[in-house]
């Protein structure tokens, strides 16, 4: 039987939207007017134990709703919706006993306090056995390299150092499951580096069940296997991440600062994504083209500063999903 | 310990790291003890008729006033408000804890701490400079002793129930406001209960407010009789139980009605 298991999830907010002006703000004050937003629009999807699943869309596709209603924040309007058993906000306190969440824009660490302190109040307020919180501790410090932050106040910590505190925050109670929010928005590269690292071992090694939702595509290469992605508060794939790439485009970006940007570039496997300044975003098929190949091509016509090759961002594979899906 | 326990321990300790935020605080109730006193001393140099109270009780009056003035509650919750307002609050309702008593408990120590960081200069003022001495019998200290306990309650109850309401609005801070408006005047904290007119008396015996500060004050000064206590001491508990479940209440539909936007 799935841990977590989604069927046909509903949820709608109502907004209130304001008129413009100074006379829109004075008609507010009488009478609202609202406007509907379907958050979720019939999402469903089913996790195994061990998974780690990725879980993508643009902007207000619905992923951090999702997470709210399966952490128990959120009430649904209709659909079903279980994670080790039990409906998480008809039986909250036990449901979050066996979770641990990370709102990466977020912290759950007292400000004012060491971070050694949050996770002693934490120990109490999960009910950790002494010896088990003394052990886990020691694991946690070792693999995020806490030592020399547990005698800090959380505010005077670095944005990388605040959240591997808030990882290990949510690790005390040695949760089978384990939610991440953007957990690496705003992390330098290495942070990003340790965080991934340290998410796939926790995976590996403990077989806890991860659902990440991210913005970084790299995020996702690094740890996931399966990819849920969302748009409009649809699931519009479930699978692994190279059906992903495959059902939308198989392309990827060849990045080239030219001396000349405005120069014309004619290839006949490359097409011009982009030009910022000196900057030359080009798409090409792997499949058709070897990127060796290309990049000898255009470096023999024109004078290269600097290239890189990358995939899509995410939001433009998930925008080509959306559109093909919609039509 | 119990999460509770944890909860009030943790958010004392950070309290009484405050160490200037006492200072400043001393020297203000300080200076405010005066500044009531001498308004109070002139009025009763200006009147010739008997008034509701003695000027003799005024100095304890005032002076304890002063000692447990953090532990009325004329302010926010910034902590919860500030939660409130990012967003952040949503980490509350991940914990396995009732949210209430959990709020509960940090309102408590919001409530104490301070107290037990300012009362001390206040109380040797009154001893030292006024000659207050202790209440005029074992059995007014007994139910100022139990005044004080159900008065902190009672505080804790209102914290609670105005931090609540701030989960139904973005910035429920006005309303909020209004509530603790009633709290600065009707508690006693501006001018001693006693001397508002006849005809408001109904209206401030039958609110909370007094029972937060007025009430324990005038029986540690036998203005009101010891055998009278327990009748006073009863309604601040009913009004403790009443605020305490119409904050759960609250809170209740706060939760399931709630937006975390963004994130």
């Known amino acids: 039987m799935p841990q977590i298991l989604v069927e046909n999830l509903v949820k709608t907010f109502r907004v209130a939207e304001r008129r413009p002006g100074l006379w829109g703000a004075v008609l507010g004050l009488a009478a609202r007017k609202q406007r509907s937003v379907e958050a979720l629009a019939g999402v469903s999807f089913a996790i195994e134990p061990g998974e780690l699943v990725g879980y993508i869309g643009p902007n207000g596709a619905g992923k951090s709703t999702t997470i709210k209603v399966l952490s128990g924040i959120l009430v649904p309007d209709s659909g079903r919706c279980e994670v080790l058993g039990r409906v998480p906000w008809e039986e909250r306190r036990a449901h979050v006993a066996h979770l641990g969440v990370v709102f990466g824009q977020r912290t759950q660490l007292w400000w004012d306090l060491p971070a050694g302190e949050s996770f002693e109040l934490l120990r109490d307020v999960y009910r950790v056995p002494a010896a088990d919180f003394a052990r886990r501790l020691d694991e946690l410090v070792a693999l995020l390299d806490l030592a020399p932050m547990l005698r800090t106040p959380v505010r005077q910590l670095s944005l990388g150092q605040r959240m591997r505190c808030d990882l290990a925050a949510s690790l005390l109670h040695a949760p089978p499951i384990l939610f991440l929010d953007e957990p690496t928005i705003g992390l330098d590269a290495s942070s990003k580096l340790a965080m991934r690292d340290f998410v796939k071992r926790l995976n590996r090694e403990r077989g806890v069940t991860v659902l990440l939702t991210t913005h970084d595509l790299d995020d996702i290469e690094a740890l996931c296997r399966r990819v849920i992605v969302l748009g409009g508060g649809r699931v519009l794939l479930d699978g692994t991440l190279e059906s992903l790439r495959a059902s939308v485009t198989p392309e990827r970006w060849l990045t080239v600062d030219l001396a000349d940007g405005s120069a014309p570039i004619d290839d006949p496997d490359a097409r011009v994504v982009s030009r910022e300044g000196d900057r030359v975003r080009l798409a090409f098929d792997p499949g058709r083209v070897a990127p060796a190949a290309l990049i000898a091509r255009i470096a023999a016509k024109h004078v290269v500063h600097d290239l890189f090759v990358e995939n899509p961002p995410i939001e433009t594979v998930v925008a080509k999903l959306y559109e093909s899906r919609s039509q | ?263």
């Open chain 2, 1 to 263: 310990m119990t999460p509770y326990a944890a909860v009030v321990s943790a958010r004392f300790r950070m309290l009484l790291q405050y160490r200037a935020a006492a200072l400043a605080g001393i020297v203000t109730q300080t200076f405010f003890g005066f500044t009531r006193l001498m308004i109070l001393t002139a009025f009763f140099a200006a009147t010739t008729r008997p008034q509701a109270m003695a000027p003799a009780d005024i100095p304890a009056y005032v002076w304890f006033g002063q000692a447990l003035f953090q532990m009325v509650p004329w302010t926010l919750d910034r902590e919860i408000a500030a939660q409130i307002r990012s967003g952040d609050v949503i980490y509350e309702l991940l914990r396995p804890v009732d949210l209430y008593a959990s709020w509960f408990s940090r309102a408590f120590a919001l409530r104490t701490a301070p107290v037990l960081l300012r009362a001390l200069p206040m109380v040797l003022i009154a001893a030292l400079a006024f000659g207050v001495g202790p209440p005029p019998s074992v059995g007014s200290a007994v139910a100022f002793a139990a005044s004080v306990t159900s008065a902190l309650f009672l505080s804790c109850a209102l914290t609670v129930l105005v931090s609540v309401s701030m989960l139904r609005t973005v910035s429920g801070e006005g309303a909020a406001q209004t509530l603790l408006l009633l709290v600065w005047v009707f508690s006693g904290l501006v001018i001693p209960l006693p001397f508002f007119p006849e005809w408001m008396q109904t209206f401030i015996r039958w609110c909370p407010f007094s029972g937060l500060l007025d009430v324990p004050l005038r029986i540690y000064t036998g203005n009101i009789p010891a055998a009278d206590a327990s009748w006073f001491v009863a309604r601040q508990l009913g009004w403790t139980v009443v605020l305490v479940v119409l904050g759960r209440v609250a809170l209740k539909r706060g939760v399931r009605r709630m937006v975390v936007l963004g994130g």
